[in-house]
T-cell receptor
Framework: GAVVSQHPSWVICKSGTSVKIECRSL??????MFWYRQFPKQSLMLMAT?????????EQGVEKDKFLINHASLTLSTLTVTSAHPEDSSFYIC???????????????FGPGTRLTVT | GQNIDQPTEMTATEGAIVQINCTYQ??????LFWYQQHAGEAPTFLSY????GLEEKGRFSSFLSRSKGYSYLLLKELQMKDSASYLC?????????FGAGTTVTVRA
């Protein structure tokens, strides 16, 4: 199956600083990438959807100025958590969907996740 | 959006069969997915149903009834490694939405 990588896998930062998380599709081109957030023992909540070369679409209640998403190429999307606060501590997971044909056209492949802890 | 319901927890014995039900309400149904998620890890794809019926893949099978807004994931010959959270996810025209997940505990 297709592989999606995330970096870093975990990060600890101080309150008020910014953190950038990278999501890469390694062996396919991802026209659409999704960013999810998951709090302990809860389900994945979609934060935003990004299409290559265009602005991200944010879900209701997600601050676009706080969670900056850039999808500059068909294999890379980044999520920057700006001015992080302890309540932003969570498990952030990206997902990518392929261009066309084969299983990658409907299936979303998930990255391994990034655990963010804000102190 | 979607309203996706699945049981919170299930417990079964090694070697047994467990069925996880999922009901959903959505506009513009475009497929139902089941994912397995171990604690602290990202979800891994198990199955995809877009037409009514049963899809079998080894020890795991998934069923869909679009008219009833209902799906189930059947886990056979349970193994200890199957202890995980199982997420039902429904896609509409735009996005994939997840249920809260069912934590399955397999006991020896």
């Amino acid at each position: 199956g297709a592989v999606v990588s995330q970096h870093p896998s975990w990060v600890i930062c101080k309150s008020g600083t910014s953190v950038k998380i990278e999501c890469r599709s390694l062996d396919f081109q991802a026209t659409t990438m999704f960013w999810y957030r998951q709090f302990p023992k809860q389900s994945l909540m979609l934060m935003a959807t990004s299409n290559e070369g265009s602005k991200a679409t944010y879900e209701q209640g997600v601050e676009k100025d706080k969670f900056l998403i850039n999808h500059a190429s068909l294999t890379l999307s980044t999520l920057t958590v700006t001015s992080a606060h302890p309540e932003d501590s969570s498990f952030y997971i990206c997902s990518a969907r392929g261009t066309s044909g084969g299983s990658s056209s409907y299936e979303q492949y998930f990255g391994p996740g990034t655990r963010l802890t804000v102190t | 959006g979607q309203n996706i319901d699945q049981p919170t927890e299930m417990t079964a014995t090694e070697g047994a069969i467990v069925q996880i039900n999922c009901t959903y309400q959505t506009s513009g149904f475009n497929g139902l997915f089941w994912y397995q998620q171990h604690a602290g890890e990202a979800p891994t794809f198990l199955s995809y149903n877009v037409l009514d019926g049963l899809e079998e893949k080894g020890r795991f099978s998934s069923f869909l009834s679009r008219s009833k807004g209902y799906s189930y994931l059947l886990l056979k010959e349970l193994q200890m490694k199957d202890s995980a959270s199982y997420l039902c996810a429904v896609r509409d025209r735009r996005e994939l939405s997840f249920g809260a997940g069912t934590t399955v505990t397999v006991r020896a």
